[in-house]
């Protein structure tokens, strides 16, 4: 059984203007170990769905309409919100793409980290290997090593004496080392990264992706990197999928989906990258927007920007299905595998 | 081809320290010396911090090198006084990378893109109405329509935010354009519809671009000419194609080999995983 398992997942935003159903039928599965690389345009819904595996959808004004989100057999729409808080910053951790906002500047990095640290030994006291019922000042002093440790594993020289420090006195780079450390004190089996590089430089960038794959590769931990950077996905995913105006339309194996993408919009993805070999001019945009979700185009929701789309591509959603070259394709006119 | 913006060991330090403290200085750019020719483009990259602000600021004028020259098309930018140096500023312009932060919410997009030359009349020389016809010819330039005359910007979607920050770049008739990381905001399709027009653009407007930016695949797309710049030094300057195919400087080097390619097979996780 997968570690995650996002099945035909169906949800509304309320507006003012109306419902918009912003996901139509999302369908992911990741098993441990793995780095699933979730990519598409602004608005498609790719960081709604890492919020939905933590349940962190405020519901009004989202509504679930049908589907299921399981994590580890655990139906997650069902479960109460304190079975919920028991398993985010435990078990499911979550980085998000600005590391300055996301520490408090007012309190120390060590001082954030500890609470981090005693909530998780509140759900589970052997994570900081103390029997129940450990005395408050035992708790807390386990609770500082294993911050200290984080820390030191995530490659913050002189862990020690770094943890009184404010986030001020950190880099951008470090700060999100700071965060990394944070999602795994609860020795989580999930991490969702929404954009975790993007507001850092490039060579920063390459250390953290370094980190992201050393840790799925030890840890056995399922990482879901929420991105829009392709070249990205490429350097450290082990799957891929593509996200289109709420749902998922190519999905499988990295290098399947990035050499030989079946799908327009995943081959009009890669047709849009500055590559080495392109010249000057040959560029290819995508024509057209992204759909408005409030009135979506019947059928296929991508049909109104596809270069091989044909009439009866209206009529209903295209599901995945397999292809010849392995992964998944949402597309009527794609190549079916035999 | 000649130069259309020079700088000559161009150095600028700040004060360091807060506002009763004298701090240690910080040196933002040292003894930089470049030229940008006429009709080309020419691309600054380099990491946060490493002085593109800064270079940014001093070729708008809207900063004093501390030692060096700057000349725009031949005239030392220094000497220039009162409507010299207006005038001046109307040929040089700028994008800036973030089209949801640099319009002004309150206003429509006709004074938006109207507003530059209402501040240069003395020299456009345009009255009210020959202005909205102006902004109309130019909005037909950038991709949008006189149907979005008066809307506000955030009727638009981010590709559409940056044709309208480039339409008002463009209303004063500039030679010389700054793109400030225009396209690090918006998704790859709407990057490659941006550096479609920019391209466009520069061929039938004459134009110079200085394009700043840290993504490097964009600026080996779109750059005649490539100046990698770490801690206010410029490391190396070259043809782009060569910078790419050899850089010489250990900076550029590792800039390079962290370029994320999206190529799977040349991942250096992969490599060491297979």
């Not at chain 1, 589907?67 to 304190?82: I, P, S, T």
Request: charged letters at 20%.
């Amino acid at each position: 059984m997968a570690l995650v398992e996002i099945d035909e997942l169906h949800l509304t935003m309320t507006s003012y203007d109306g419902a918009a159903h912003v996901l139509a039928g999302v369908s992911l599965s990741l098993e441990r170990g793995e780095i699933w690389g979730l990519v598409g345009e602004t608005g498609c819904g790719k960081s709604l769905t890492g919020l939905t595996l933590s349940r962190l959808v405020a519901s009004p004004p989202a509504r679930y309409l049908s589907g299921a989100v399981r994590f580890d057999g655990r139906d997650l729409l069902a479960a109460d919100e304190e079975t919920m808080r028991d398993l985010r910053g435990r078990r499911i951790g979550m980085i998000f793409q600005d590391p300055t906002t996301n520490l408090n500047p007012a309190f120390r990095v060590g001082t954030q980290m500890i609470d981090v640290a005693l909530h998780a030994g509140r759900v589970d006291p052997s994570i900081l290997g103390l029997a129940a019922g450990a005395s408050r000042g035992a708790r807390r002093r386990a609770a500082r090593d294993l911050a200290v440790s984080m820390l030191d594993r995530v490659g913050i020289v002189d862990a020690a004496r770094r943890i009184d420090d404010y986030p001020h006195q950190f880099s951008g780079g470090m700060r999100q080392r700071v965060l990394i450390a944070m999602a795994l004190i609860g020795r989580p089996d999930l991490i969702i990264a929404d954009e975790p590089t993007t507001a850092l430089d490039v060579s920063v960038q390459a250390q953290i992706l370094a980190l992201l794959h050393r840790l799925a590769a030890e840890d056995g931990l399922a990482i879901l990197l929420i991105t829009h950077n392709l070249g990205v996905v490429a350097q450290i995913a082990s799957h891929v999928a593509v996200m289109y105006a709420g749902a998922v339309v190519e999905a499988g194996d990295v290098r399947a989906v990035l050499k030989s993408p079946r799908h327009p919009y995943t081959q009009a993805l890669i047709a849009a990258l500055p590559r080495a070999d392109v010249k000057r001019g040959a560029l290819a945009g995508l024509p057209g927007v992204v759909p408005d979700l409030l009135t979506p185009p019947p059928g296929c929701r991508f049909l109104p920007r596809c270069p091989i789309g044909a009439a009866d591509c209206a009529r209903a959603a295209p599901g995945l299905a397999p292809v010849d070259t392995g992964q998944r394709v949402a597309c009527f006119r794609a190549e079916r595998a035999a | 081809m000649s130069a259309l913006l020079q700088l000559e060991n161009v150095t600028r330090v700040y004060r360091g320290g807060g506002p009763f403290s004298q701090g240690a200085e910080i040196v933002a750019l040292d003894d930089v010396s470049l030229s940008v020719a006429r009709g080309s483009c020419f691309g600054v990259v380099g990491e946060s911090g490493s002085g593109k602000t800064t270079l940014t600021r001093i070729a708008l004028g809207l900063e004093a090198p501390t030692r060096g020259r700057v000349t725009f098309d031949g005239v030392d930018v220094a000497g220039l006084r009162g409507a010299a140096r207006k005038r001046l500023r109307r040929r040089v312009q700028i994008v800036f990378q973030d089209p949801y932060a640099s319009l002004d919410p309150r206003m429509s997009v006709h004074d938006i893109v109207a507003e530059g030359m209402v501040i240069h009349r003395d020299s456009l020389g345009l009255d009210a109405r020959a202005r909205t016809a102006r902004v109309v010819e130019l909005l037909g330039l950038v991709g949008l329509g006189a149907q979005h005359l008066n809307r506000y910007p955030h009727e638009f979607s981010g590709g559409q935010r940056q044709r309208i920050c480039i339409a008002r770049a463009l209303a004063v008739e500039p030679e010389l354009l700054i793109l400030d990381e225009p396209t690090s905001a918006l998704d790859v399709s709407v990057q490659a519809q941006v550096l479609a027009l920019f391209e466009e653009l520069k061929a039938r407007l004459d134009l110079t671009y200085v394009f700043i930016s840290h993504d490097l695949g964009v600026v080996r797309y779109v750059c005649d000419r490539v100046a990698v710049i770490h801690r206010g030094r410029i490391v190396e300057e070259n043809e782009a194609t060569r910078l790419f195919a050899a850089p010489q400087s250990a900076h550029a080097r590792e800039l390079i080999a962290a370029m994320p390619d999206p190529d799977p097979d040349r991942s250096p996780f992969r490599r060491a995983v297979l």
